[in-house]
């Protein structure tokens, strides 16, 4: 199984600052034939199904504000939430789909102070 | 638009079994798979598996093997999961999902409780 590791468990910051979620995993979610890292964000807010936010490491879902960056390759790979706003508030995991054992991670729960 | 429809919260006993069930709507139910993920507190997210909604094949997390069961009644748009010999560990969340990847539509997810 590809483990993922996420980092921070919990953070907790203010309106309008940036925040930085990292996820690392432990093989490359890099795939040779498209050229792509098979990586997803998902947000989950409180009584809520996760949502994806971001797939192939760096593509925003529709609808997602641009707010929400992904980035990385291989095997590290960051969410980055520019001006966080209070509806952010949240659990965030990534997930890999290179293999078709689906893993998450372990989540960020993000509060606003 | 796509939906997963999810059938309600369950009260089983320890040993007992459980079949909850996933309608979907808004699209052909052939086209995608239904895979389904197990979320607790204390493990997170974790992938059970997907069925094939044309052939009915299936697919394991070695985890889940024995414990999870993967049906659909394609008449009816409709996947189920069995859960068998119940134990408090298998209580949880339990959400079905569009099988594309990553998985884009989610149900609104089944709450398992498991105890005498």
């Known amino acids: 199984d590809i483990v993922m590791t996420q980092s921070p468990s919990s953070l907790a910051v203010s309106a309008g600052e940036t925040v930085t979620i990292n996820c690392k995993s432990s093989?490359?979610?890099?795939?040779?034939?498209?050229?792509?890292?098979?990586l997803a964000w998902y947000q989950q807010k409180p009584g809520q199904s996760p949502k994806l936010l971001i797939y192939l490491a760096s593509t925003r879902e529709s609808g997602v504000p641009d707010r929400f960056i992904g980035s990385g390759s291989g095997t590290d790979f960051t969410l980055t939430i520019s001006s966080v706003q209070a509806e952010d508030l949240a659990n965030y995991y990534c997930q890999q789909y290179y293999d078709t054992l689906l893993t998450f991670g372990s989540g960020t729960k993000l509060e606003i102070k | 638009q796509v939906q997963l429809q999810q059938s309600g919260a369950e009260l089983a006993k320890p040993g007992s079994s459980v079949k909850i069930s996933c309608k979907a709507s808004g699209y052909t139910f052939t086209s995608y798979y239904i895979s389904w993920i197990k979320q607790t507190t204390g493990q997170g997210l974790e992938y059970i598996g997907y069925?094939?909604?044309?052939?009915?094949?299936?697919n394991y997390n070695e985890k889940f093997k024995g414990k999870a069961t993967l049906t659909v009644d394609k008449s009816s748009s409709t996947a189920f999961m069995q859960l068998s010999s119940l134990t408090p560990d298998d209580s949880a969340v339990y959400y079905c999902?569009?099988?594309?990847?990553?998985?884009?539509?989610w149900g609104q997810g089944v709450m398992v409780t498991v105890s005498s």
């Open positions: 069925i094939n909604t044309g052939s009915g094949g299936t």
């Open positions: 999902a569009r099988g594309e990847l990553p998985p884009l539509y």
């Open positions: 093989q490359s979610l890099f795939g040779s034939v498209r050229q792509k890292n098979y």
